[in-house]
């Protein structure tokens, strides 16, 4: 077998032990479970000699493009440990997207200057694509680097692994907001109440559809009585005639919508401005006040919009127990792998087979999770288009199990916060043009 010059030096420099630092980043939008992830990593980097130093990058690449690195193993093992029920990234995070060849080539430069030999960025799809060129651009160089990326996103759209570390939590947070909300309206309704419900999910309506489970097994008829998904074109035509049939039945009609809801042309039915982030995404919001605005134009009924906003990624008061577990396995495997020789890879959750609910982790390479969207399958999709499936039910349902033990005081949750010892520059401040 033929093998080329840098592909040899590849392979023998994964066979070899790797001796110098690691580094751990979080990119993108937090989740209630990300900084379980964090937690992972460091605890299970202090139990390899190889890994010599501990470093937190902060603000994900933006941070380290300005070597703005923290020392984690100088945190105490109580802050460590509460990252487990602390919301939010605790390293910071950023939507910064390295376009030019000089950035890329600083990120190298500072791994240089600080010895980093492991990186684990911890982030969604775009998130695993910049690990991915940072390793490319390191294997160019003869930089011996190990990279894995650790899945992180609420919209469970990340293609290979089965679920993604934050859904669990997120549905089970909107689905209690659902059943309380829904307790109020059935108080109040008089087959004249329709309430919309909006919540996150850009190409994938894996959050929308996890409200499902709000309802109760003896009653199918309890709220969310309709789910709309941007998976499925959106007809204001079928709205209009579905919220009427439910209110026929229903002092109320209550209505879970994705934010990135589309038209049969494909184009987004409502959002709130023209701007896009960094990397080109289209900023989202305002279907729920649409919809409303709509219902109360065209039916004698009130209508209500709720947007839940920065809150259903946050709510690490009302996270799944079995979500921040698998984050924080997701975190140490991530570093097991490294260790072991692997790169260019990501950590992915993988369901055992059989009808108890088992999860294991895996790996995948990060070309293949870059930039993917893992959609809804059409067959967990109800014939109807507004409701799902008991093979959505069963694949969801394990996800929202347990309650993560969160400490009070004075009656809030005490969160920690990292002290964020920051390791001296060596380098010249980094020119953004």
Known sequence: ?????????IISIMEEELIGNCLVAQSG???????????????????????????????????????????LAEESQQNIRGLRYTPASALGTCRFKLKKDQEYERILEVFEAHNIRYFFYCGGNDSQDTADKISKLAQSKNYALRVIGVPKTIDNDLVTTDHCPGYGSVVKYVSTIVRETALDHEAMGQHDLVSIVEVMGRNAGWIA????LAKSKENPDDAPHLIYLPELPFSKEKFLDDVQRVLKKNRYCLVVVGEGLIDKDGNYVANSTDSQDAFGHQQLGGIGDFLANYIESNLAVKARSSKLGTGQR????????????EAFMAGQAAVRAAVEGETDKMVILVRAEGDTYECETGLAHLS????????????????????????FIKYCQPLIQGEVEVPYENGLPAYVRLSKRRIRKVLDPYNFE
């Open 314 to 325: 946050a709510a690490t008061h009302c996270s799944s127990k079995t979500d921040n577990d």
């Open 368 to 391: 293949e999770i870059a930039n993917g969207v893992k959609e809804i399958p059409s067959d967990w999709i109800a014939e109807d288009g507004v409701s799902m499936t008991a093979k």
């Open 209 to 212: 559809a996890g409200t499902t």
């Open 29 to 71: 939008g937090p989740t209630a479970v990300i900084n379980a992830s964090v937690a992972g990593v460091v605890s299970e980097a202090l139990n390899h000699p190889c890994i010599e130093e501990v470093y937190g990058g902060m603000n994900g690449v933006l941070g380290i493009l300005k070597e703005e690195i923290m020392d």
């Open 1 to 9: 077998m033929h093998f080329s010059v840098r592909s040899f030096y």
